[in-house]
Nanobody
Framework: QWQLVESGGGLVQPGGSLRLSCAAS????????IGWFRQAPGKEREGVSA????????NYADSVKGRFTISRDNAKNTVYLQMNSLNPEDTALYYC?????????????????WGQGTQVTVSS
């Protein structure tokens, strides 16, 4: 059974950091594009970042470039999203998802399997 489980969310002060994890089971993450998306209350879902199969390519939303870094640990079958310099606009439910294709810009429509999400709240 395929499964994606996000973790690492929480409450952090502006300027702080969090590292989100997306742990996969039932399939090998290195063979898939893994993306991170977020959705804030009352807003549309936004693509945040993605890493291609084999980690050859990555992309980021303009709103997070220079602050967020996506990476993959194949030994743990996990993809990470390191988030630095967080601000209140980053508050959202963060999801990871998998796709058989890599696209730029990031498009949710090509992702076929999603995790349940982890909440990130940036507030003083």
């Amino acid at each position: 059974q395929w499964q994606l489980v996000e973790s690492g969310g929480g409450l952090v002060q502006p300027g702080g950091s969090l590292r989100l994890s997306c742990a996969a089971s039932g399939f090998t993450v290195d063979y898939w594009t893994i993306g991170w998306f977020r959705q804030a209350p009352g807003k549309e879902r936004e693509g945040v970042s993605a890493i291609s199969s084999g980690s050859r390519r990555t992309n980021y939303a303009d709103s997070v470039k220079g602050r967020f870094t996506i990476s993959r640990d194949n030994a743990k079958n996990t993809v990470y999203l390191q988030m630095n310099s967080l601000n209140p606009e980053d508050t959202a439910l963060y999801y990871c998802a998998r796709s058989s294709v890599y696209s730029e810009p990031l498009s949710a429509g090509v992702f076929d399997y999603w995790g349940q999400g982890t909440q990130v709240t940036v507030s003083s």
